[in-house]
């Protein structure tokens, strides 16, 4: 089955707003059998819409739409597939009861401007949705199909989840496609490529290296009649890979360096405390991104200059004998929030920032310390001198060496 | 002259990587004179491109494209224009050796397959790349452009800016659209409607009012033969919103929260420092984005349990009487921090987290404090309880209203 998605919205299409609905949809797709072949981006506007549908029921079986259910009348989206279906919409007194309901569910009226979400063609069907008024779209016509959903992605996910995959699961009979991702850091690229060479050039299935601000990604993926059969042909490949390269894996699929971490220090039941300098907060922003961080976090300081590193435990003699960006004066914030937190882990990272230099110091130049109950680990990096590169590596690095010395130390 | 832009990558429709290219000309377009119509995503494949391109050259007069000009099989973008324009590619000794010289550059050797960087069709010269070894393509053919860039960001701005931007400026020659948004926080936007009730409802300029995380954000959209006349189209519009939503406004068109605070405390001399516990660091973060950041701001702590709130220098009789999630436990913070890091402004920020509720408290609500020279602001907050609502939405909002009280003081 042939998918498109068409993301509506002159605020997508003028670059005011980033589309985030589009790659959501894509990432469920292969999992259910449906091959996406296409994705636009369509503006405000009826003739536009109507073209981009009429195009699309030509060369897809399914039309997933985003966006231009709302009551206003830049909303267009039933306009213009009554129009690609040449059907007229009618308003449904059913719908327009249901709307006035959901209005005074919020202590206030309906807007005259909002019967049009409930208008209706022949040919479609109302997708209930229970986070917003705007109800979906699932329409039919010459075994094509259109799918609207509204843009709010909270709305749009859960429409995605409670009514549109099961409706979906009933249609599709094809291959599934899965995926495996492998996240490694240390090793290149060409390394890899090398001990890992006999898996490359396959077909089915395929091996392919991304190279992502956390690391080399691996990812395997195979396509077969059912999800069993599709696994047991990753399943020789990413042994393989776990043989060979074991220590450099830090995580699977969407784990992130964050959540690799709190898994290593839940299970152990052990804590940790960040300060950093030049990453400005990446570090324990990131880190207090899942939602139970505070089983294991205990909290993180960003000290950006001197008097304030000192303020915050920092022995003055260590920053004036080596300077603010040097492997001691990280080793002494890692110390100093370990223990001024106590935690049994603590994290410290100070560099110079994105600006030319600091303290003489190349810029981008950064020293990361790790010290827990069983020692230190030291590492001096060097990223591209840009602030959200400095933050993103150097956090990202902090959390990925962490974790391995957590695993080493059992 | 109406345009499209064409992403290409199989790794782009999938889901597995955001587009940002495409918004990121999109939005350049505007002030060039050109009209947006269309944006896709095609996958890696030679088929699909071409017929992106055949239709695109039919309904636009130029076509951007971003990524596939990479070394490898799967970066098909050039067949896919040679093919749609009916030509073979060839490879050009010139770019050989600039290649070669570039590896050489490198301290390397150009690996084979490198060679297909430098093909070209008759109707094609290369776009120079200065930041990586993939050139540009600008095809012309009856009429229609076709401008091949790299899909890596940094490289893709590059060259848009030195190499694809000075052409267009030779052959676009129609109206330009100018764009002022006025960001505003505290005021719905029903009340706006009614205040500003005027100026909606027309074509140029054109007000639309637009709900986002910092706030509701007034975007004037004039067109017109030159920037100084659609200047003096926003002109007007933009005095009435100032004269009567002053109170309300902190900032103009990119202008981000922390960069508002970051002028006006500049500009005053003055500095600050945080303490924030169920934000996690998303204040800090956002405040040390600014290059120049280190010249106002003094350092975050970031406290998640009420121990280390107390070694960070909370009174420990202020958490046990009001509890941890209290307007007087954020004043303590916004205290503690202003005092500990030795700074002009401290902001405090007390809540329960993203989960169902903490110390008895509804989820989600929050408390600001922030505290400076000449007195202290207090706000309870509460916002939806998603992790990274409460994290946005609380940051964005003290940034705000510190730089309120900030401008207030003079």
Known sequence: MKAEIISVGTEILMGELTDTNAAWVAARLPALGIQLRWVSIVGDNLEMLSEAFTKGLERSDII???????PTQDDLTREGVAAALGETPTVQEDAVRHLEQQFRDRVTSMPPRNIKQANLIPSAQFITNRSGTAPGWWAESNGGIIVCMPGPPAEMHAIWEEEVVPRLLKIVDEEVTITRNIKTMGMSEAEMDEIISEFFGQENPYLGIYSKADGNHLRIIARAKDETTARSLIYPVERAIEDRLAPYIWGYDKETPDQAVGIA???????????????????????????????YFKGGLVAIGDEVKIALGVPAEVIQQHGSVSQQTADAMAEAVRKGLGADYGIGISGADGSPSKDGQPAGLSYLSITGPNGSRQMKLRVPPRRVTVKRRMSNNALIELRKLIVAEG
């Open 64 to 70: 997933f739409t985003t966006g231009g259910l709302g």
């Open 265 to 295: 220090l839940r299970e152990r039941g052990l804590t940790l405390a960040t300060m950093e300098s030049n990453t400005g907060g990446y570090l324990v922003n990131s880190l207090t991104d899942s939602l139970d961080s505070a089983n």
